[in-house]
C-alpha cells in the first residue's frame, strides 16, 4: 500500500492501468482504493477474496485490501464451484468480489458476501473526489498483504502467505522507482491467482508504468493490445509464448512482417520454456530484449533472472555451455542467496545436480495454519530441482515431486490417477508429464486393465479421457493414455514416476526445454 | 532528533525534498540543505539550502551514509543535499534488473 502512495504522492497524474484516454491514474487508483478500504471494512470480513479476471478492480481491490490491513485472496475462477466455494470458506468471513456474471457461484455460502465488481467500480467512481488520508504504513509489517492458493501435490491447495514485508522486499530489491519513463506500458496477460500477476501490480506501480490488463489470454488480442497501446513490456508464460511466435509467423508475407516494434522487453517464466520456442522468439524480435524470470508463489515471485544480453549471447555462441545458457534461469538477484543441497541439506559442488534452496527477505515459505517450511537460518528448500553452472546461472530441471505443469498451470497426478483407477476397467492407473513444445508438459496417463479387456483399446482410451473431463477439467484430460502390463514400484510401494517417465519417453515429443 | 524506521518519512524544511527510509532504525540527525528533516507533513518550507548543502536531490533516487547505516529514497526530489550530521549522504548507484514482471 505504502508502495502506491509513494506513486500516488510522486506521480500521480500518470495513468495507473487502462487506456491513455479513460484509464485510472496513480492518484484516482490511491483514492479508490482508499474509499473500497472502508467498504471492506464495514463489510466486516476478515479477507478480501477476487474470483475475477483481470480488471481496474483488482489493484482496487489489492490495495484498498492491505489499506483495510486485510489479506488480499485472488481465487482461481476457473476451479470448478465446489472447489471455488471451499477456497472461500476457508477465509471466511470474506467479501468477494466476483466476474458480474459468476455472482451465483459464490452467492449463499456462509460468511462470504458478494460484490459484483462492476457495481463497485461504479460505486468508487461516484466518490472520485472523497479523497482518504493514508494510515501510517508499516512497511516491514507482519501482516499479510497476499494469501495465494497453490494447487500443491496432495490435492488440498495450501495457502501461500505473503507478509507486507517480503512483497516491500521484493519490490524495493528488484525495481527502481518512478524506473520507467511516462510512455512505458506493461501488458499484463497472467491471471490474478498466479504470483507474477501480483508481483506484476506493484512492481509496475512502483516504477511507475500504465498496466494494461488482458483478461483472457488470446494470442491475437495480446499481440494487438501491443500495438494498439504502444505495449513497451510485458510478461508471459511459455504457452502464451508459444502461442504468440505462432500467430507472428502465421502473419509473415514475402518474408516482412509488421512484428512488435514498441515491445522492448518481454518476460518469461512460469514453466519451462520449450529451447525452439524461445530461439524463434528472438529470431521473430530482433530488437526485444527477453528476461526469463524464476520464482515462486512462495518467494514473492522472481529470484533468479536470464538477462537481454545473456539471451544473445547464448544464442550467438558456438560453445554449447554457453548455449545452453538459454535454458537457464539466469543469475540469482542481488538480494537473494542460492545453494543446491543435497537430500541431507548439505551443499553440493558447483555443477551437481540437488534440490534448489533459497534465502532473502522476499522469502516466505509460510502456508496459512501450517508449521513454516523455512530452516531455522532462514533457507528455503523449493522441492525444484537444478544445479548452478560454473559462471553462476542456474539451471532448474523440474519440480521434484511429480506435479505435472502444462500451460503454466500446476496439475495434481493424484486426482487424475484417482479417476481412472475409480473406472471399472482399470485396476492401476498413473499420470506423469512429458516434454511437449506446446504446453511445456503434456500429460500422459499409463493405465492397467483388470480382468480380460473387452472393449478395443483405443475406444477405452477415449472414455478414460472423457471420463476425467467430466469428472475434473479439460485442462486435466490426458492427452495421451497408454496402456500397460504393470507400474513400477520401489519395495516400499512407492510408485517409480521417474522410471515410468523414461519408459513412456517415446510419448512426449522429444522437445529438450 | 527524529525517530527513524524503515518507511517512516520526513520532509526538508528548506526545499522540496522528500524522502522515505528504507534502511536505519533509533535516533538519527537526517537533515536535507543543512537543515533537520521534519516528519512529513510538519515541515515548516521556509528558508532555503545552505550553500554547502545545495546539490539537490534525484526522484527515486536512494541516499545513504558513509557507513550505510541509513538509507533513503526520494520520493520528491528538491534543492537541497541529504545529510546525516554535518555529514553528506551520497547517492547510492545500483545498476537497475530488467524488468521481470
Known amino acids: 500500500m505504502m508502495l502506491l502512495e509513494m506513486a500516488a504522492a510522486g506521480f500521480g497524474d500518470r495513468i495507473a492501468v487502462g487506456s491513455l484516454d479513460g484509464g485510472l491514474t496513480f492518484q484516482q487508483l490511491f483514492d479508490r482504493a482508499g474509499a473500497s478500504a472502508d467498504r471492506f471494512r464495514a463489510a466486516g470480513a476478515d479477507a478480501v477474496a477476487m474470483a475475477d479476471v483481470s480488471s481496474a478492480a483488482l489493484p482496487i ?94 490435492g488440498e491447495p495450501k495457502a501461500a502467505v505473503l507478509r507486507h514485508r517480503h512483497l516491500v522486499s521484493y519490490v524495493l530489491g528488484s525495481v527502481e522507482f518512478m524506473g520507467a519513463g511516462e510512455e512505458e506500458a506493461a501488458l499484463v496477460s497472467v491471471p490474478p491467482y498466479h504470483v507474477a500477476g501480483m508481483a506484476a501490480i506493484l512492481s509496475n506501480v ?160 509460510e502456508y496459512r495454519g501450517m508449521a513454516p517450511r523455512l530452516t531455522p537460518d532462514g533457507w528455503f528448500p523449493t522441492h525444484d530441482g537444478g544445479w548452478m553452472d560454473d559462471a553462476g546461472f542456474l539451471h532448474v530441471s523440474g519440480r521434484i515431486d511429480d506435479v505435472i505443469v502444462k500451460g503454466g498451470q500446476n496439475v495434481s497426478p493424484g486426482e487424475i490417477e484417482a479417476v481412472l483407477v475409480a473406472h471399472p476397467g482399470v485396476s492401476d492407473a498413473a499420470a506423469i508429464g512429458l516434454p511437449d513444445t506446446q504446453w511445456g508438459e503434456r500429460i500422459v496417463a499409463a493405465v492397467v486393465r483388470s480382468g480380460e479387456p473387452t472393449a478395443d483399446a483405443d475406444q477405452f482410451a477415449v472414455e478414460l479421457q472423457e471420463a476425467v473431463r467430466a469428472e475434473l477439467r479439460s485442462n486435466r484430460t490426458p492427452d495421451h493414455v497408454t496402456f500397460v502390463d504393470a507400474l513400477p514400484y520401489n519395495d516400499t510401494g512407492k510408485l517409480l514416476r521417474r522410471v515410468l517417465r523414461a519408459d513412456l519417453a517415446h510419448l512426449g515429443d522429444g522437445s529438450t526445454p | 532528533m527524529p525517530e527513524l524506521k524503515p518507511g517512516s518519512r520526513f520532509a526538508s524544511d528548506v526545499c522540496t525534498t522528500e524522502v522515505i527510509v528504507v534502511k536505519g532504525a533509533g535516533e538519527a540527525d537526517l537533515r536535507c540543505g543543512g537543515a533537520p528533516m521534519a516528519s512529513a507533513g510538519a515541515a515548516s518550507g521556509g528558508g532555503t539550502p545552505s550553500p554547502d548543502a545545495a546539490g539537490g536531490t534525484l526522484m527515486g533516487k536512494r541516499y545513504v551514509d558513509a557507513d550505510e547505516t541509513i538509507e533513503v529514497l526520494c520520493t520528491k526530489p528538491g534543492d537541497g543535499s541529504l545529510g546525516l550530521g554535518d555529514a553528506l549522504l551520497e547517492l547510492k548507484e545500483a545498476k537497475p534488473l530488467p524488468a521481470s514482471d
Do not use: C
Not at chain 1, 85 to 94: H, N, V, Y
Not at chain 1, 95 to 108: E, F, H, K, N, T
Not at chain 1, 220 to 239: H, I
Open chain 1, 61 to 154: 481491490s489489492l490495495f484498498g485490501a492491505a489499506w483495510a490491513d486485510l489479506p488480499f485472496v485472488p481465487l482461481n475462477y476457473r476451479l470448478t464451484d465446489d472447489e471455488l466455494a471451499t477456497l472461500a470458506g476457508r477465509i471466511a468471513p470474506a467479501i468477494a468480489v466476483v466476474d458480474p456474471s459468476a455472482i451465483g457461484r459464490l452467492s449463499g455460502l456462509d460468511g462470504v458476501s458478494v460484490v459484483d465488481r462492476d457495481a463497485l467500480l461504479a460505486d468508487l467512481a461516484d466518490l472520485v473526489d472523497a479523497t482518504v488520508p493514508a494510515p501510517e504504513w508499516d512497511m516491514v509489517g507482519e501482516g499479510t498483504a497476499i494469501l495465494l492458493f497453490t494447487s500443491g501435490t496432495t
Open chain 1, 206 to 365: 512502483y516504477a511507475g508504468r500504465r498496466i494494461v490488463q488482458l483478461p483472457a489470454f488470446d494470442a491475437a488480442a495480446w499481440v494487438d493490445l501491443v500495438r494498439t497501446e504502444g505495449v513497451t513490456s510485458a510478461m508471459v508464460v511459455p504457452t502464451m509464448l508459444s502461442r504468440i511466435v505462432e500467430h507472428l509467423e502465421a502473419e509473415i508475407v514475402d518474408g516482412e512482417t509488421v512484428g512488435l516494434p514498441t515491445l522492448r522487453s518481454l518476460s518469461y517464466g512460469g514453466g519451462k520454456m520449450p529451447r525452439p520456442t524461445i530461439e524463434r522468439a528472438l529470431e521473430l524480435l530482433p530488437d526485444t530484449a527477453f528476461v526469463n524470470a524464476y520464482g515462486l508463489t512462495e518467494t514473492s515471485s522472481t529470484v533468479a533472472l536470464l538477462g537481454p544480453e545473456d539471451h544473445r549471447e547464448a544464442l550467438a555462441s558456438d560453445d554449447e555451455s554457453v548455449r545452453a545458457r538459454l535454458g537457464s534461469a539466469g543469475r540469482p538477484l542481488p538480494t537473494i542467496e542460492v545453494s543446491i543441497r543435497d537430500e541431507d541439506g548439505t551443499e553440493v559442488p558447483t555443477g551437481g545436480p540437488g534440490e534448489i534452496w533459497v534465502r532473502g527477505e522476499q522469502v516466505s515459505g
